[in-house]
C-alpha cells in the first residue's frame, strides 16, 4: 500500500520509499515472498542496499531532528 494523502493506493509494482522518493526498484537484488504452508510465491519485493538503507537513515534523522 502507498498512502497519499486522503487514500490509499495499491501498487502493483513492489518499491520502496526513501527520503520520501518513491522508487519502483532497488539496486538490489529482489527477495521473494512465500507462503510458509506450501511455499507459494506471494510477491517479490525489492531489497535495499547499505547505501539505500543509509540514505533511508539520514532522511529519517533529518525529519526527526526538523520536528517532521
Same mark, same amino acid.
Not at 511455499?39 to 535495499?48: I, N
Not at 547505501?51 to 533511508?56: D, Q, T
Given at each position: 500500500? @502507498?498512502?497519499?494523502?486522503?487514500?490509499?493506493?495499491? /501498487? /502493483?509494482?513492489?518499491?520502496? @520509499?526513501?527520503?520520501?522518493?518513491?522508487?519502483?526498484?532497488?539496486?538490489?537484488?529482489?527477495?521473494? @515472498?512465500?507462503?510458509?504452508?506450501?511455499?507459494?510465491?506471494?510477491?517479490?519485493?525489492?531489497?535495499?542496499?547499505? /547505501?539505500?538503507?543509509?540514505?533511508?537513515?539520514?532522511?529519517?534523522?533529518? /525529519?526527526?531532528?526538523?520536528?517532521?
Amino acid at each position: 500500500k @502507498i498512502l497519499g494523502g486522503n487514500e490509499e493506493k495499491r /501498487s /502493483s509494482e513492489p518499491c520502496l @520509499i526513501n527520503g520520501g522518493k518513491l522508487r519502483l526498484d532497488g539496486d538490489g537484488d529482489n527477495k521473494e @515472498i512465500q507462503r510458509p504452508h506450501d511455499e507459494a510465491l506471494v510477491l517479490g519485493v525489492p531489497e535495499a542496499t547499505r /547505501s539505500e538503507v543509509s540514505n533511508a537513515i539520514a532522511a529519517a534523522r533529518l /525529519s526527526f531532528d526538523s520536528g517532521l
